[in-house]
């Protein structure tokens, strides 16, 4: 698990709202504070959908998804006090990561991958999360992960601290 804290935040999110670098990503839950805190849940109710209008293998909504619905809250003249989501690597990806970083062997034992997003006193920070189906002393899956974050940041010339 690492921490970056970002020092460009509006070209971080510029890139997280109005482009699509994370509209795979699934969101698990977000949290909104401008004038009233907005909770987001994740979580797709497919009774809401009519049959075959939804994949029902799909557990939680794509950041595209609901991206602009966020925008909409967070646009203005003011910054939010305060922004806190949690994205999840969607599963069609999990594989090409696992090749990308000789981890096939793990398949099976990773539940998800994480990016925690944190927005609070002006100040920006993502934490990866790496969660497993068991336990595992081995420590590669979690640093591929935050490798995974850095390269994406310094594919995105975003300027970041490690913290």
Partial sequence: MIQIQLN?????????????YFDDFLCVSGEITTFNTFSI???????YYLQGEHNPSIEYSTWSDLKEHCHSIIKGKNSPLRLKFIFKLPEKEMESFL??????????DIQGLYLNLRFENHKLYITTGTTLKTFSFSKDVEKAWDKELTTFMD?????????
């Fill in 8 to 20: 460009s935040i509006k070209d971080f999110m510029n890139n997280l709202l109005l482009l699509d």
């Fill in 41 to 47: 849940d994740g979580f797709i109710h497919h009774d």
């Fill in 99 to 108: 090749i990308k970083n000789n981890l096939e062997s793990f398949k099976d």
């Fill in 155 to 163: 594919d995105l010339n975003m300027i970041y601290t490690l913290k």
